[in-house]
């Protein structure tokens, strides 16, 4: 994979970096951003994941987190990829919530989606290898964390992956795709209107499976899309009933919003960093 | 001053307003920013002020800083203007660094900026009431920071009102606007050519009067304006001969960014907490 720099940036004593590259399995180019800690006394440092939610490239997380001075206390590297194929040539919808900004991290089934979107593949397979050629003193640990459709991607590829990812967070997830009018809009156009093969892609589903990596989610009760596309309660139910680790965790007051992120990222940092160490 | 609350999100425990109102030392309707902590033991909160660069408006710093987690752990309130006059009746430039988004903190006599360019008397008059309303508890003291042309903002503005303001920062300050390609078009569009007219506005004549507050001025060696629009050597100068207390620190290795005033902020906060104590 050529990579292309496009960015640096000195954050907290290490570096943010913004790069660009083809993409076999999107079939287009990419960005993605990377964030590697000082790492003054050369340690192994773990990898975090970010995947951001609808309508965010990998910017908005860099940019409006924060998270740059955690990495830095806690010494590890944080990989964001995009949130979908981009590009002219790429199917794209009107709606913010469907196509480019969209890509709900699975591989598409359906024309005219199956050429680009498999972000499923992308992320775990084709940027999974790149990233770890690009910290220096990988430790081999990694864990995943996201926001909204990419707190779904985080509980999705996390427990697809279970052996790979050492724990897993997530901020206002859409835990129950399968439930809500965003995932059902996503999967009916990305995956067809066969229920059976949307399992796959339903954390709520993929939590009934023993052994999967613990879990922290964080809602905010003043979340303008919680009570319509973010219910948690098939998701808690199937946890519980199948003994899996998750702290569900009430953020009283808060909203949507990077300022909720921003508050409660370190916690999710503290968290991962158990696991990791 | 009648004001519309426009945004509200809970930040790190404190609540980030925005807020939108008409404004009549600049006769257009303009918005604005302010954090308040959330002040749990009822105490006594001073404010601070941001005020930000060309291009930015009242989110920039909102969103890209961190700085509610500072604000939140010293309690104290902050409030960003925005950068100019705003308005499709407000006189305009091309060039992004005059015109809207380039207000440079003055007041401008020269048509046809004259009549709407008055961020000095906006700021120092009309939104101190404004915001000194808004902060329960109020303490009364105040001190002032900013980035780039807001960091002249800030250093002319506070030392204009020196019995006003308890401490001065800035990040890569366009300290000496006089000697600069930035300084020298806003100053002879807004003021004219007369260049006596510009002494009251810049940095490094306003120095040279006694009895200054601290001030704390942090500059990225890589940032890509330091090399032609941000000479601190005049500025130093005229505040060693008068023996002024001006830290100015350079920080290896970071640009102009936001990823530059994030990472320096913590230690901004608590030079001003010196100050505001």
Redesign the interface.
Known sequence: MSLKLIEK?????GE?YKYRHYSKSLQCDMTFSIYLPSNKEEKKIPLIWWLSGLTCTDDNFS??S?F??LAEKYQVAVIIPDTSPRGENVADDEGWDLGQGAGFYLNATQDPWAKHYNMYTYIVDELTATATTLVPHFSGEQSIMGHSMGGHGALVIGMKNAARFKAISAFSPISSPSQVLWGIKAFSTYLGEDKTSWKEWDASELVKEAGMPPILITQ?T?DEFYPKQLDEITFLKNARENNQVVHYKKAE???H????I??FLEEHFAFHMEYLK
């Open positions: 940036h000195r954050s907290f004593g943010q940019q409006k924060g740059q001075r905010g003043q007051g808060y909203d919003s990077y300022f909720f921003a508050t």
